[in-house]
């Protein structure tokens, strides 16, 4: 890996740390901001198959399948005072890691895939919920931002065991 | 209320024994049952959620016993195809053979007891048991073992070796399963269910949309089902959100239309009326084919239908605006019980098959949005599922016999309905969940 390579990841790997800060902190619209308006944000639901046929998920049900819009709708709602399922919010903690940069085109575009482990306690339940997956995010660069337009969050359970998906992936 | 309360309290008092559930013998449970719960009287003990014994004594007399759900027909649309499902906690394979027949089976090798199929889904006609190799065709039949003639020396009788058959019985594409030999016929224990449940699954020729989500709710699967099978009164506060959002019209329309329960503690709440047509208009004649003229007069004025088939299966057909749209979408949801305090949940979502693209598509990501794990609807379901079932944990709650109240309704009189059941001319009543209840208490105890 080269410097410039090195330095390319070192990019978005902080992109995503940031991305992760807001997240956690609750900082919905200006994680919201951080989105390219033509997003498609997708969690397909994970399937088990015999042996190495793939993909193993499917490509029509989603726990995910959002555009901007709906996207919106999500942290508006958030913000209504009957959002149940996130009140109190949980806390989080998103460890984002084995960042690679698939593609890229400066001042463009970039492809770039990553793991996440998100950490969510809930309320005083001593039980914390765990939720593992891969990331595979396409960005467009925007008024001198890198905006993400895609995310596809391959998740590693078949069997979701959180209660919700009030948070986000 | 009081008065129920107080008399309550004093019969408890009278009759509290020294032991506590743990102690109990199963009959001694079954008898306490029969003396604390008391759906007719709107009286539901907590402990029903949070006890262990009960829990164990509900797996043989109730998921032991009826008709389950275990999938669409549409999951497995062409020959050759299987999937993996479970009944009462024991894994099955359902296959289509090549003559297209679907059976059940016992997911266990019978030779030496291994899991024979460990995928969701797939397309093959022979399993091959990954122990010792014994193969199973598709329609049950011990077809192979290896090096047979030398290891049996011609004396295995492959014929008495295929695999454990589950009973199986459809309705309008429902796959129901059930472990009892003697469980009445299907369409005699769903009864005048399946005439609203025609108006979800049989209006049209309908499919499985890829598979079913799935995750796992700290929740007793019974508050799922009580939800279902009556509770509209909730949606004003625990979806508050949504009316908010502007995704239905007030935060007060849930409660117009038709509550309904029928025998065997099935019910449903029928939310009308609809000005707009809530199903893909270009499907008009064939809704009007596959439903009798009644059904499609309810079918039109159709806002919404949220039910439940006793004991686990919900149904809900939900029409809401998305980006200033309608959009409706039929789901079934399976409240698989895991533990006395833990559930999966198991979604479906279903579309006309003929309906269009465009419809099709708008149609999941509004079922996505609203009830799925991540939907907006559900989440907040989720978090008072598991809040009401932690409250109901542990000897507390039956020490000091707390009790829900489903008194709602017991004054009113039902109404004539076009629908068979017992109906009651709009939503916020607790009638569906006496009802759900009270068969509930009668397989506990028989």
């Known amino acids: ?169 | 209320m009081h008065y129920d309360v107080k008399l309550g309290r004093e019969r408890k008092s009278m009759l509290k024994t020294e032991k506590s559930l743990e102690e109990m013998s199963k009959q001694q449970v079954v008898n306490y049952l029969n003396e604390t719960v008391k759906p007719e009287e709107g009286v539901i003990p907590a402990y029903l959620l949070g006890d262990p014994k009960v829990y164990d004594i509900e797996h043989e007399k109730v998921f032991l016993k009826t008709w389950v759900f275990i999938g669409h027909d549409s999951e497995v649309p062409n020959k050759g195809d299987f999937m993996t499902r479970e009944l009462a906690g024991y894994s099955l394979i359902i296959t289509r053979d090549a003559e297209g027949e679907i059976r059940a089976f016992y997911n266990m090798c019978t030779h030496r007891g291994m899991k024979l199929c460990r995928a969701d889904k797939g397309n093959k006609s022979l399993f091959t048991c990954p122990y010792h190799g014994f193969n199973f065709k598709n329609t049950g039949e011990l077809v192979g073992v290896p090096l047979q003639k030398d290891i049996y020396g011609g004396n295995l009788d492959r014929s008495e070796m295929g695999l454990h058959k589950v009973k199986l019985e459809s309705y309008k594409g429902l796959l129901f399963g059930t472990w009892n030999e003697d469980a009445e016929p299907l369409e005699e224990f769903l009864g005048d269910i399946k005439w609203y449940l025609d108006i979800l699954v049989g209006r049209a020729e309908m499919e499985v949309i890829g598979v079913p989500q799935r995750f796992v709710v700290n929740s007793n699967w019974k508050v799922g089902s009580d939800n279902f099978v009556g509770d509209s009164y909730h949606t004003m506060v625990t979806h508050g959100s949504i009316a908010k959002l502007g995704m239905v019209p007030n935060a007060t329309y849930s409660k117009r239309g038709f509550q309904i329960h029928t025998d065997n503690g099935h019910g449903l709440n029928l939310g009308t009326p609809n000005p707009d047509f809530a199903f893909p208009e270009e499907l008009k004649d064939e809704f009007k084919t596959n439903l009798s003229e009644e059904q499609y007069g309810v079918l039109s004025n159709l806002k919404n239908m949220i039910g439940n088939v006793f004991p686990n299966l919900s149904f809900l057909i939900s029409h809401t605006k998305i980006k200033d749209r309608f959009i409706s979408n039929t789901s079934i949801r399976m409240w698989r019980p895991i533990g006395h305090n833990k559930m999966e949940v198991i979604a479906w979502m279903l579309v006309e098959k003929n309906a269009s693209q465009d419809w099709k598509d708008r149609s999941r990501d509004s079922f996505i949005l609203t009830f799925s794990p991540s939907g907006i609807f559900e989440q907040d379901d989720t978090e008072v599922f598991t809040d009401i079932t932690e409250a109901a944990q542990g000897p507390m709650p039956f020490l000091k016999n707390l009790t829900y109240n489903y008194t709602m309704g017991l004054h009113r009189e039902p109404v004539d309905f076009i629908g068979p059941g017992v109906a009651y001319d709009d939503k916020f009543t607790e009638a569906s969940q006496r009802n759900f209840y009270k068969y509930w208490l009668e397989l506990m105890t028989k």
């Not at chain 1, 997240?23 to 308006?37: K, P, R």
Request: aromatic letters at 12%; hydrophobic letters at 40%; proline letters at 2%.
């Open chain 1, 1 to 169: 890996m080269n410097v410039e390579k090195m330095l390319l990841k070192c990019e978005f790997e902080q992109w995503l740390y940031d991305e992760a800060q807001l997240l956690d902190d609750i900082e919905f619209d200006d994680w919201f901001d951080l989105m390219h308006s033509s997003l498609r944000y997708q969690m397909p639901v994970r399937v088990n198959k015999e042996g190495v046929e793939r993909p193993d998920y499917s490509t029509d049900m989603f726990t995910f399948n959002d555009d901007i819009e709906l996207l919106k709708l999500r942290v508006d709602r958030l913000k209504t005072d009957y959002a149940w399922a996130e009140i109190p919010p949980s806390r989080t903690r998103r460890f984002v890691s084995n960042v690679r940069v698939k593609d890229y085109v400066e001042g463009e575009k970039a492809v770039v895939k990553s793991y996440l482990l998100i950490y969510r306690s809930r309320s005083t339940d001593i039980q914390h919920d765990l939720i593992s997956g891969e990331r595979n995010d396409e960005f467009i660069f925007e008024e001198g931002k890198w905006k993400l337009s895609k995310r596809i969050f391959i998740v590693d359970q078949s069997t979701i065991n959180t209660r919700n998906l009030a948070i986000f992936v």
